[in-house]
């Protein structure tokens, strides 16, 4: 066997052997929020604080904030983590409207395992309006007739979303309230 054929051979297996060393990485990389933080329609804590990092990438965004107030004591360091960029972008949020020092008052999920980590529901900063980041959960609670008392701006993608994650006890409810199109999509704000 020529060295060139051996060449050859060596290629193909040097590629594989990369390839399966990468994958585990790119498995770990992405996890389910709902495993991490609880279901979409679970229970969820107040919270205020001050912003004092913020890592606006991909795979998820993350702000880190200390508690001011809410259901969390004062004085603690927490983690909002969240979509990656694209699904908050469509969701309504823009990097410009966080900043290091900014109040933030928040709706969300404690980490299930402890860690200080909270999955948000709907983030108020400053003044501005308590917006949605989870489109599933708008619908959950729209259809549990809640979602109005909770004065969210709803997730800006939530006309025209297909609500198959939201679950079929919501689907269903959507569906008997005229709030679903001929596709099966979500109709927001109601006609």
């Not at 020529?2 to 498995?27: D, I």
């Not at 992405?30 to 804590?45: C, L, P, V, Y």
């Not at 004062?74 to 694209?86: C, D, I």
């Amino acid at each position: 066997m020529s060295k060139l054929e051996s060449l050859k051979g060596a290629a193909p297996m040097a590629l594989l052997a990369v390839a399966l060393a990468l994958q585990p990485a790119a498995v770990q990389a992405h996890h389910n929020s709902q495993a991490e933080f609880g279901a979409f329609g679970s229970e969820t804590i107040a919270v205020e604080g001050t912003i004092v990092a913020i890592n606006w990438g991909n795979p998820h965004i993350s702000i880190d904030i200390r508690t001011t107030g809410g259901d969390l004591p004062a004085g603690q360091n927490w983690r909002l983590v969240s979509h990656p960029v694209q699904i908050m972008s469509d969701y309504g949020f823009v990097r410009e409207e966080f900043a290091v020092g900014d109040h933030v008052k928040l709706l969300g999920w404690k980490n299930v395992r402890g860690a200080p980590q909270i999955w948000p529901r709907a983030i108020q900063v400053n003044d501005g309006a308590l917006k949605s980041n989870l489109r599933f959960t708008d619908m959950i609670d729209i259809a549990k007739g809640t979602f109005e008392s909770l004065h969210i701006q709803p997730a800006a993608n939530l006309n025209g979303s297909p609500p198959a994650r939201a679950g079929e006890e919501t689907v269903a409810k959507l569906k008997e309230m005229g709030l679903l199109d001929e596709k099966g999509l979500m109709i927001w704000p109601p006609r």
